[in-house]
């Protein structure tokens, strides 16, 4: 058994990197069509393009809030926060791009009674400072990148390799960003620093397996990436599970926590196929041509 | 059997001791109130008393609760009498002659040392910048003078005002305020309160201790609610009046500008031709009739007046109070240099903040699980699926203590950079587990060292990963203190005690093992 799959990894490795390379096609034509049409990669929350999160401690239905109050604020988007045990409606959510005071007169006449700390959260996040802070956490996000690609050149000290792992994480956040989007997920603060996040878990196997294939004498060739791969897995899988279970439960509370979980989740489930395909199949490509 | 435990193993330990110190620390042990605000100028705050304290005896009755601290208080003052009232402190006793509930605020000693975030304990911050106009960074250290000095005096003592700056050198202020959120933050913050004092468009004097020595205040003899009425319209209106001191100079300015005024007969009494406007923020306030016998008069001593309407009588007179209130804020503290902008305000209230801590740690309690019953069924290892989850574990409680020990307020982004560290965490201990096994011609010694190869890649991979978001001002640097940068804090804490502590611990016990 294991005989025959080495024999079929070995006849098709180079072809299995067509998978890799058809999604990551995918996403640049989906992404650059969302660009050309939208101007920007992905949607934004108001925590990036400025407006007011209003949290109200409330049993209102939110929809009928959402239809009622339309017209009033710009651009509404309501939901619920309820105890996960009980399914008890804790509080409302309601986000719109329009300011907060103007958002406060309007919820106040709506439900006819005062907002103070007691019943409701206020969050407003100007256009300015939010556009700054979207451009800056860009930066951030670069920057990191660019710092992961040095620390593994240093480590692995040849092109190849190196080259592997980085190709392999800049699948994994492209892909994950483009599954985002067809999800319609309106990207946050939090959701930039889950793709930071994702920065790390991704490399993580990459590394693993590298240093595997590359800095290990023992075995074949074969035998070094399927020992990492059993290792590599466990890894993924064991995070992945951890991520999706508390996904589960803190996503009828915070909207923060339950993005940064959603987008590693995607991300570990593409990381599988980078590491184990993509990774996998340049660095056999080129161990075997270095034995020749 | 005797287990000898290496020294990395007992590193973990001490470590962990220490952080369960720092966590629960004195803190737990006492019994008290603790003091969350004292009003400035107050009886209370001259006798000594000051936040942070914590108040164990109220006039020989033991405070161990907030309620003994309500009860301690029952009865008194019922006939606006003064009392003798004794505090005891830690080690000290402030004793009190007032006839009034003591201007402070208190709480519950808090059982931990764990400081939590705004997004969860409650509480307000706000984002400054002014209008039209890029501020220099000591123009901004001016505005933070002036802006902290003015909320102090309105009574707000739980607060932290600091200057931050973003990467392309916009210079802000930032406010934070914990607890409840004062009624008119965005007024006190954002409005600028210039002041101004005229008689016939020529100004007296303006707000500020330049010209504005004293301002009566807390004191029903020279300031205070003077009668309400009903309004025309319906409704009801009130007055209010207290008196402010005025420099030397501004009263010399009042003595030249009445002098060359006209007296007015009327039925009420004789009074000057011009009336003395008083303006805020261009506005017109109020306007107060001169009597003759001030003409040309250096007087220091001046009146300002003005009213607060409502619905009702007591809607009025609270309106009317609060006019007041900010009325002597702006005369003490003087107007801000610059018009101002709020570009980012949240109030979050502390209602939910229990409950998601609880859903937190649910969430964490069952990822942990799930993880072990994993690890269990790839491995069938009790020991070595016990000693993992127990090492994630001690992990969690490491980078809780380190930010106990660093006063780091736990927010929402700290935790997740916490469960992200957990992640990666088992992430390494599973590659230490595998190398155990691993090529067995080798030494467990040398197993081990390989497995650390491995695991400093990946640890230095994410620490430079992070490192843009502590540096950068906004999302780290100060205004990060909200933003983001407990996320980087606490994950590059978290993956530097596992490179350092957790993982070598966690080694040797898999080295025990493995023998």
Redo the contacts between chains.
Sequence with gaps: MKQKIKQWHDKNYKRLLLIPIILLLFSFIYLGVFYSSTGDFFKKDISLTGGTSV?L?SSLVPQTLEQDLQLQLEEISTRQ?Y??ITQEQ??IIIETKTE??ITRTVLEEYLGYELN??????????S??SQ??YK??L???I???I??A???FI?FRSFVPSAAVIISALADIIMTLTLVNIFGIKLS??GI?AI??L???S???D??LT?RVL??E??DLNSRIF?AF??GT??T???L???A??LV??S???I??SQ?FTIIVIGLFFDLLNTWITNVSILKWYALKKQK | MKIKLTWKIWLLIIVLALSLLSIFGSASFQKGVLITSVEENSTAFEQGLRKGQIITEINSNKISNLEDFTNAFQGKFENNQSEKIIFILDKTEIILYTNKLPQITVSNVPSTNLKLGLDLA?GSRA?VQAQDKQLSASEVRDLVDVVSNRLNVYGIADMNVVPVT???G?NFMMIEIAG??PKDL?QLISKQGKFEAKIANETVFIGGDRDVTSVCRNDATCAGIEGCFNAEGGGHYCNFRFSIYLSEDAAKRHAQITENLSVNSTAQGNYLSEKLDLYLDDNLVDSLLISEGLKGMVTTQITISGSGSGQTRDEAITKAEEEMHHLQTVLITGSLPYKL????????????GK??IK??F???F???L??GI??FI?YRKVKSSLALLLTSFSEIIIILGIASLIEWNLD??S??GI??TI??G???Q??VL?EAK??M?LSIKQRMK?AF??IL??Y???V??????VW?P??GGAVGAG??KG?AITTIIGITVGVLITRPAFTDMVRKMEK
């Design positions: 949290t401690y926060i105890d996960i804790k509080a907060s005071e700390e007691k019943n409701s959260s206020f969050e407003f996040t100007g300015t400072l700054s802070f800056q956490l930066i951030a996000l920057v990191a990148f710092f992961m040095l620390v593994v480590i603060t939090a620093v930071l996040m920065i790390g878990y490399v993580d196997t590394i693993l240093t800095k290990r023992e075995g020992g059993k290792t466990t890894m899988l064991t995070s599970v951890a991520m279970l508390a439960i803190i009828s509370f915070s923060i926590l940064i | 409650g984002i973003d990467l392309s916009n409840a959120t965005e902008e709020i570009i980012k305000l949240d109030s979050i209230s502390p209602v939910l409950e998601f859903s937190i649910l969430a964490g069952v990822a942990l799930a993880v994993i690890i790839r929402l982004p935790i997740a469960l992200a992640g990666t088992i992430d390494q599973i590659i595998d691993y090529s011609f390989r190869s491995i890649g990946a230095f991979t994410a430079v990963a992070m490192l843009p978001l950068n906004i999302t933003l983001l996320f």
